[in-house]
C-alpha cells in the first residue's frame, strides 16, 4: 500500500511533457520522490530531465533507491510492507540510460534557461553516485542492465565527453565525479583504460569505488590500478587470475597503495608450504610486509589458496580486525582454526566462509571454538562442502544456535540426513533474525549412494524428484507450525546476494 504522495507523484509523471514544464515550479525537496517514481514506472523523459535540472550537489542511487515507498525506512531497517528494494532488483536499461542522457546534456548545456530558472552553479550536481548496483552474474533479460552494462555507458559518454563535448562558449561545465563499480576483463580492458584516461582532464570524471577484474594478465591488472584515484576506491577484486605468490608480489605494492581499501579478494595464490621454495617464502614475506600496510581493511578474501597451517602469519600482519573473512577450499588445518578463534578477528567477524575445508575430523572442535568465539556479531556463515554429516552439525548446534544474529547460514554441499535438517530447524527457532539457510539435498533422496559419500557424487548424482517433494513440504509445514514461514530454506545455492557487510 502506497502513501498519498507516491501515488500523487505518479500520476503526475503519466504526462511527461507537461511533468518536465512544471519542474521548475515545484519544491526542490520534491525532486528525490520524483526520480524515484520517474526511475521506477521507466519515465524516461522525465528521469533525464530530472538528471539535467538536479539542484543538489549529490545525486546517489544509494539514497534515492533504497528508501521504501511506504516510509522513509532503508535497506537497514525492516519495514513490513517491503521484502525487496530497488537496488535488490535488475535496473532498466532505459532508465539508466536516460539517466546518461540527463548528465550528458548537463555537461553541454550548464548555463542553459529550464522554465523560469536557469541551472545554479552554486548547487550545481557535482557528484553522481551510481555504485551498489545488482550483479549475481546470472543471465538477465536484455531490457535489464547489470554491472558490465553500466561499466560500458558510464565508459563510453567519459570518451565521448573528451573527444567531441563542448559546452556554450564562455561557459565551463561544472565537473561531475561520476561513482561507478567497475567490471573488467581482457576483452573490455583496452576500452576501460582509454574511459579512465579520458576522464582525467574531462569534466566527467570517473571515480570506481570497487573494481571486479576478471581473467586479466597481470601487466594490464597493474597498469589499470596505475589509473584508479587512490582516495575513491574501496573494494579490489581480482577474480580467476591465478596469481601465485610471484604474480601477487608484483601486484600487491600497487594494491597497497590504496589506504582506503576496505574489502580484497584475492584468489589462487599458492605456495607449497609442504615444500617451500627460497623464492617462495620470499614472495609470501613481500606479500605479508605489503599486507601490513592497509589501514581500513575490513574484508579479506583468499579463495582456492593453500594456507595450511599459515593463517596466524598472514592475519597477525593487519593492522584491524576484520569483518569478513572469506577462506574456502584454503586447505585449513586444526591449528589454523585455533589461531583464528584466539585472534581479535574472531569477535568481530560479521561474515565467515569456510567452504570447502575439512570441518569433519579434527578440526571441529577447534570450529566449534571459533563459532563460539564469532557468536556475538556473526551474521552470515557459509559452510558448503564441509563434509558435515548430521553426528558433526548435531555436535556443532549447541554452539551454532548461540550465534543469535545470524541472518544467512550454507550447507549445500554436506552429507545431511532428512532428521539432521528437521533437528536444524527445530533448534533454530531461538535464532530470530535467520533469513535464509541453504540445504543441502538430503542423503534420503539419493539412490545408492556409497557412505561417506564423496562431494563430487552429492553434487553431480540424480535425486529421487519424488522423495524430495515430499522433503519439502515436510520443512514448509515445520516452518508453518513454527511461525517462520518468512525463513527461506532453500536448496539454490545463487538464488540469494549476500549483504554488503560495510552497509549493515
Given at each position: 500500500?502506497?502513501?498519498?504522495?507516491?501515488?500523487?507523484?505518479?500520476?503526475?509523471?503519466?504526462?511527461?511533457?507537461?511533468?518536465?514544464?512544471?519542474?521548475?515550479?515545484?519544491?526542490?525537496?520534491?525532486?528525490?520522490?520524483?526520480?524515484?517514481?520517474?526511475?521506477?514506472?521507466?519515465?524516461?523523459?522525465?528521469?533525464?530531465?530530472?538528471?539535467?535540472?538536479?539542484?543538489?550537489?549529490?545525486?546517489?542511487?544509494?539514497?534515492?533507491?533504497?528508501?521504501?515507498?511506504?516510509?522513509?525506512?532503508?535497506?537497514?531497517?525492516?519495514?513490513?510492507?517491503?521484502?525487496r528494494t530497488l537496488l535488490q532488483e535488475r535496473l532498466s536499461t532505459e532508465s539508466m540510460h536516460a539517466?546518461?542522457?540527463?548528465?550528458?546534456?548537463?555537461?553541454?548545456?550548464?548555463?542553459?534557461?529550464?522554465?523560469?530558472?536557469?541551472?545554479?552553479?552554486?548547487?550545481?550536481?557535482?557528484?553522481?553516485?551510481?555504485?551498489?548496483?545488482?550483479?549475481?552474474?546470472?543471465?538477465?533479460?536484455?531490457?535489464?542492465?547489470?554491472?558490465?552494462?553500466?561499466?560500458?555507458?558510464?565508459a563510453r559518454t567519459c570518451i565521448a565527453q573528451q573527444q567531441g563535448g563542448t559546452a556554450e562558449p564562455g561557459l565551463s561545465p561544472?565537473?561531475?565525479?561520476?561513482?561507478?563499480?567497475?567490471?573488467?576483463?581482457?576483452?573490455?580492458?583496452?576500452?576501460?583504460?582509454?574511459?579512465?584516461?579520458?576522464?582525467?582532464?574531462?569534466?566527467?570524471?570517473?571515480?570506481?569505488?570497487?573494481?571486479?577484474?576478471?581473467?586479466?594478465?597481470?601487466?594490464?591488472?597493474?597498469?589499470?590500478?596505475?589509473?584508479?584515484?587512490?582516495?575513491?576506491?574501496?573494494?579490489?577484486?581480482?577474480?580467476?587470475?591465478?596469481?601465485?605468490?610471484?604474480?601477487?608480489?608484483?601486484?600487491?605494492?600497487?594494491?597497497?597503495?590504496?589506504?582506503?581499501?576496505?574489502?580484497?579478494?584475492?584468489?589462487?595464490?599458492?605456495?607449497?608450504?609442504?615444500?617451500?621454495?627460497?623464492?617462495?617464502?620470499?614472495?609470501?614475506?613481500?606479500?605479508?610486509?605489503?599486507?601490513?600496510?592497509?589501514?581500513?581493511?575490513?574484508?579479506?578474501?583468499?579463495?582456492?589458496?593453500?594456507?595450511?597451517?599459515?593463517?596466524?602469519?598472514?592475519?597477525?600482519?593487519?593492522?584491524?580486525?576484520?569483518?569478513?573473512?572469506?577462506?574456502?577450499?584454503?586447505?585449513?588445518?586444526?591449528?589454523?582454526?585455533?589461531?583464528?578463534?584466539?585472534?581479535?578477528?574472531?569477535?568481530?567477524?560479521?561474515?565467515?566462509?569456510?567452504?570447502?575445508?575439512?570441518?569433519?575430523?579434527?578440526?571441529?572442535?577447534?570450529?566449534?571454538?571459533?563459532?563460539?568465539?564469532?557468536?556475538?556479531?556473526?551474521?552470515?556463515?557459509?559452510?558448503?562442502?564441509?563434509?558435515?554429516?548430521?553426528?558433526?552439525?548435531?555436535?556443532?548446534?549447541?554452539?551454532?544456535?548461540?550465534?543469535?544474529?545470524?541472518?544467512?547460514?550454507?550447507?549445500?554441499?554436506?552429507?545431511?540426513?532428512?532428521?539432521?535438517?528437521?533437528?536444524?530447524?527445530?533448534?533454530?527457532?531461538?535464532?530470530?533474525?535467520?533469513?535464509?539457510?541453504?540445504?543441502?539435498?538430503?542423503?534420503?533422496?539419493?539412490?545408492?549412494?556409497?557412505?561417506?559419500?564423496?562431494?563430487?557424487?552429492?553434487?553431480?548424482?540424480?535425486?529421487?524428484?519424488?522423495?524430495?517433494?515430499?522433503?519439502?513440504?515436510?520443512?514448509?509445514?515445520?516452518?508453518?507450525?513454527?511461525?517462520?514461514?518468512?525463513?527461506?530454506?532453500?536448496?539454490?545455492?545463487?538464488?540469494?546476494?549476500?549483504?554488503?557487510?560495510?552497509?549493515?
Open positions: 500500500m502506497h502513501t498519498l504522495v507516491f501515488l500523487s507523484t505518479r500520476q503526475v509523471l503519466q504526462r511527461q511533457p507537461a511533468a518536465c514544464q512544471a519542474l521548475p515550479l515545484l519544491p526542490r525537496e520534491l525532486f528525490p520522490l520524483l526520480f524515484k517514481v520517474a526511475f521506477m514506472d521507466k519515465k524516461t523523459v522525465v528521469l533525464q530531465e530530472l538528471v539535467h535540472t538536479w539542484p543538489f550537489p549529490l545525486l546517489s542511487f544509494q539514497q534515492l533507491l533504497q528508501e521504501c515507498a511506504h516510509c522513509s525506512r532503508t535497506l537497514l531497517q525492516e519495514c513490513a510492507h517491503c521484502s539517466v546518461i542522457l540527463g548528465l550528458t546534456a548537463r555537461l553541454h548545456t550548464p548555463g542553459k534557461e529550464t522554465g523560469t530558472q536557469p541551472l545554479c552553479r552554486k548547487h550545481a550536481l557535482r557528484v553522481l553516485d551510481m555504485t551498489g548496483l545488482l550483479d549475481d552474474s546470472v543471465e538477465q533479460d536484455p531490457g535489464t542492465m547489470s554491472m558490465w552494462d553500466c561499466t560500458a555507458a558510464v561544472v565537473p561531475v565525479e561520476v561513482r561507478v563499480d567497475l567490471r573488467v576483463n581482457r576483452a573490455s580492458y583496452t576500452f576501460l583504460r582509454e574511459a579512465l584516461q579520458s576522464s582525467v582532464d574531462s569534466p566527467l570524471r570517473l571515480c570506481c569505488r570497487d573494481l571486479r577484474a576478471e581473467d586479466l594478465p597481470m601487466r594490464n591488472t597493474v597498469a589499470l590500478l596505475q589509473l584508479l584515484d587512490a582516495g575513491c576506491l574501496r573494494r579490489i577484486d581480482l577474480r580467476f587470475n591465478n596469481l601465485g605468490l610471484r604474480g601477487l608480489s608484483v601486484i600487491i605494492p600497487h594494491v597497497a597503495r590504496f589506504q582506503h581499501l576496505a574489502s580484497l579478494r584475492l584468489h589462487y595464490v599458492h605456495g607449497d608450504s609442504r615444500q617451500p621454495s627460497v623464492d617462495g617464502e620470499d614472495n609470501f614475506r613481500y606479500f605479508l610486509a605489503q599486507m601490513g600496510r592497509f589501514i581500513c581493511l575490513r574484508e579479506l578474501s583468499m579463495g582456492s589458496s593453500l594456507l595450511s597451517g599459515r593463517l596466524d602469519q598472514l592475519l597477525s600482519t593487519l593492522q584491524s580486525p576484520l569483518e569478513s573473512l572469506e577462506l574456502a577450499f584454503c586447505a585449513l588445518l586444526p591449528e589454523d582454526l585455533r589461531f583464528l578463534s584466539q585472534s581479535p578477528h574472531a569477535a568481530h567477524l560479521k561474515k565467515l566462509d569456510l567452504s570447502g575445508n575439512d570441518l569433519s575430523g579434527n578440526q571441529l572442535i577447534p570450529f566449534q571454538g571459533l563459532l563460539q568465539a564469532a557468536a556475538a556479531t556473526l551474521l552470515h556463515l557459509e559452510l558448503t562442502e564441509c563434509q558435515l554429516a548430521d553426528a558433526q552439525l548435531l555436535a556443532t548446534l549447541p554452539t551454532l544456535t548461540r550465534c543469535a544474529s545470524l541472518r544467512y547460514l550454507g550447507l549445500y554441499g554436506n552429507p545431511l540426513s532428512m532428521a539432521g535438517l528437521k533437528e536444524l530447524l527445530r533448534d533454530s527457532v531461538v535464532q530470530a533474525e535467520l533469513r535464509t539457510v541453504v540445504h543441502p539435498f538430503p542423503v534420503d533422496c539419493y539412490e545408492g549412494l556409497p557412505w561417506p559419500p564423496p562431494v563430487s557424487v552429492l553434487l553431480e548424482a540424480s535425486i529421487n524428484e519424488e522423495k524430495f517433494a515430499r522433503v519439502e513440504a515436510e520443512l514448509h509445514q515445520l516452518l508453518l507450525a513454527s511461525g517462520r514461514a518468512h525463513v527461506l530454506w532453500t536448496t539454490d545455492i545463487y538464488g540469494r546476494l549476500a549483504a554488503d557487510y560495510f552497509r549493515l
